[in-house]
């Protein structure tokens, strides 16, 4: 199983601030990773797939890097509606799928 | 555009069955790798099961493997999951999710979720 470790747990920021999440995988993914973003009380949301392939209707304020092992999420302005939990899911090897354990952006 | 609506949800006792229903519309059920993913209170995600809508690549996760079964109703576009044998450590809400392609790495990214279904299993 390809254990999935992202950083920091919780980030304390402010509106307009330029955000940087990271994931690291046990094993290497290729580009085989996407990042989903959760609000409270909402089903998750795709943002970004292939590492760097921004989902439909994503704005482009959200970018993603990386290939084999870490991967980064950059929020490059953080809007109020950002402020949620991010976390990145890896579909190179399955059976499992497996899930970060979640980045909170809360407000400073 | 795709809608996903979980059903099936509710209270029961360690022991004992649920379950689960998903609706689909808005794309080709056929053409697509399905999902369930749990997330237990406060906690994160954890996939559960996923199949090919045509009955094939059924997979699961360790901690469910014997107990639940995924299955799928073609002429209804329905998901479904059969929870046997509930324990306190599956109290969760439930969502099902759609393969973001129909062929390649990508059935197992998921591009559309449903609101959830919440699963209480407690005395």
């Known amino acids: 199983e390809i254990v999935m470790t992202q950083s920091p747990a919780t980030l304390s920021v402010s509106p307009?601030?330029?955000v940087t999440l990271s994931c690291g995988a046990s094993q290497t993914l290729d580009s085989h990773l996407a990042w989903y973003q959760q609000k409270p009380g909402q089903a998750p949301r795709l943002l970004i797939y292939d590492a760097s392939?921004?989902?439909?209707?994503?704005?482009?304020?959200?970018?993603?890097?990386?290939?084999?092992?870490?991967?980064?999420?950059i929020i490059s302005s953080l809007q109020s509606e950002d402020f949620a939990v991010y976390y990145c899911q890896q579909y190179n090897k399955w059976p499992p799928i497996t899930f970060g354990q979640g980045t909170r952006l809360e407000i400073k | 555009q795709v809608q996903l609506v979980e059903s099936g949800g509710g209270v029961v006792q360690p022991g004992e069955s649920l379950r689960l229903s998903c609706k689909t519309s808005g794309f080709n059920f056929n053409d697509y790798n399905m999902h369930w993913v749990r997330q237990a209170p406060g906690k994160g995600l954890e996939w559960v099961a996923s199949m090919r809508t045509d009955g094939y690549n059924v997979y699961y996760a360790n901690?469910?493997?014997?107990?639940?079964?995924?299955?799928?109703?073609?002429?209804?576009?329905?998901?479904?999951?059969?929870?046997?044998?509930?324990?306190?450590?599956?109290?969760?809400?439930?969502?099902?999710?759609?393969?973001?392609?129909?062929?390649?790495?990508?059935?197992?990214?998921?591009d559309s979720w449903g609101q959830g279904t919440l699963v209480t299993v407690s005395s």
Do not use: H, W
């Not at chain 2, 969502?95 to 059935?107: E, I, L, P």
């Open chain 1, 16 to 18: 307009g601030e330029r």
């Open chain 1, 53 to 73: 392939t921004r989902a439909t209707g994503v704005p482009a304020r959200f970018s993603g890097s990386g290939s084999g092992t870490e991967f980064t999420l």
């Open chain 2, 63 to 110: 901690s469910v493997k014997g107990r639940f079964t995924i299955s799928t109703d073609t002429s209804k576009n329905t998901l479904y999951l059969q929870m046997n044998s509930l324990r306190g450590e599956d109290t969760a809400v439930f969502y099902c999710a759609k393969a973001a392609d129909g062929s390649g790495f990508s059935q197992y990214c998921l």
